[in-house]
Structures are given as C-alpha cells and as structure tokens.
C-alpha cells in the first residue's frame, strides 16, 4: 500500500492581499499573484488537485495546470492537457466570511466563468453557513476523512490560508506557500 500525501497549495497573490479592505466579492489574483502562480515549483504529478471555487484559487489551479502539461513526466493520451483529475470542492473555501472578499460567487456566475470545472458540489447560491471556529474545524475534519478514503495517494489541495490552517493544524501559508503533509499524520 503506498503512503497517501497532501499537498497543500495557498493562492497566489490577489488584489484583497494588496488592498486591505478590499469591497467586492471574490477578488482576482494581481500581476504579481499570476506570476506566483506560475512560478510554483512541481515536484511531482498529483493524482487529483482539489480547489476552492474562488476566482484566485481557480486562477492558481490554471497556472499549475499549465505547468503540469509541461512537467518532464507529465503523460496524457488527451492532446497537451494533464490527466489529471480536477474537482472543486467548496469545503476549501476561506473561513473568515465576515469579509466581503471571501465571497464567492453562484455557480452560475462559476460555470460561466469555467465551464470546463465540474461545480456540481457548490450550492446554486454563495449562501454557505457563515464562520464559526467549530464549524471551521467540522469542515477540515469532513474534508480529511473524505480524503483519506479517496483512492490517490498525491492530492494537491488549493486553497486559502484560513481553511488550510484548520485542515492542517495550525500550519501558516503565505500566497503560493506549500506544503506537504503524509496523512497518516494528521488528525481524523
């Protein structure tokens, strides 16, 4: 049995992180977060890539995807795009809701925008439960034990740095920050 991995993955740099106070909902990566995005280093080929489904985790997912398809060991029977299994989970949305830049959109506005993601899991509307410690830890806790039971041993997380500090024990991520995590060491 191989060792199961977690790869976590915060967004790159987007415009709330620059402009503090930032009025609109699910704001976008900057210049310099697209740059962050597409300078990550890979240094192996996930077998699943779970993402938020904001606009700068979505954005950061695309910048992966395209390096992926470019990895020395990257092998697709589908034209230059990876085989590599992409959902959006809405489990790996920000916590701290009490912000209007943690908001995400309806999945509408989502499959319009991406109509190549599968958003099946997110609500018609962004009307999630609003932030709670408790509730925070019940969703990583969800989340983990719903990965531990999922058949790929790498799976890339891309996500924010609230979500990722309750999945993963209190660890901090700066923008493109990563991680690794072996799962038997985690808690669930």
């Known amino acids: 049995m191989s060792v199961k991995r977690f790869h976590a993955l915060r967004h790159g740099q987007a415009i709330h992180n620059v402009q503090r106070g930032w009025p609109e909902r699910d704001p976008p990566l900057t210049e310099?977060?697209?740059?962050?995005?597409?300078?990550?280093?890979?240094?192996?080929?996930?077998?699943?890539?779970?993402?938020?489904?904001?606009?700068?985790?979505?954005?950061?997912?695309?910048?992966?995807?395209?390096?992926?398809?470019?990895?020395?060991?990257?092998?697709?029977?589908?034209?230059?795009?990876?085989?590599?299994?992409v959902e959006i989970w809405p489990e790996l949305?920000?916590?701290?809701?009490?912000?209007?830049?943690?908001?995400?959109?309806?999945?509408?506005?989502?499959?319009?925008?991406?109509?190549?993601?599968?958003?099946?899991?997110?609500?018609?509307?962004?009307?999630?439960?609003?932030?709670?410690?408790?509730?925070?830890?019940?969703?990583?806790?969800a989340l983990l034990q719903e990965l531990k039971g999922r058949p790929e041993s790498n799976v890339l997380l891309i996500s924010h740095r609230g979500i990722l500090r309750y999945i993963f024990g209190g660890e901090i991520f700066r923008n493109c920050g990563r991680k690794h995590f072996r799962a038997s060491r985690l808690c669930c």
């Open 32 to 85: 310099q977060g697209l740059a962050e995005a597409s300078g990550v280093p890979l240094t192996f080929i996930p077998d699943l890539i779970i993402c938020s489904p904001m606009t700068r985790t979505i954005q950061t997912l695309y910048a992966i995807l395209s390096k992926l398809k470019d990895h020395p060991t990257h092998s697709s029977s589908i034209g230059n795009e990876p085989d590599i299994r």
């Open 93 to 141: 949305r920000e916590t701290h809701d009490h912000a209007t830049c943690n908001l995400g959109r309806s999945r509408v506005e989502l499959e319009a925008a991406y109509p190549s993601l599968d958003f099946s899991r997110c609500h018609e509307e962004w009307d999630y439960p609003g932030h709670t410690d408790e509730r925070a830890f019940q969703r990583a806790e």
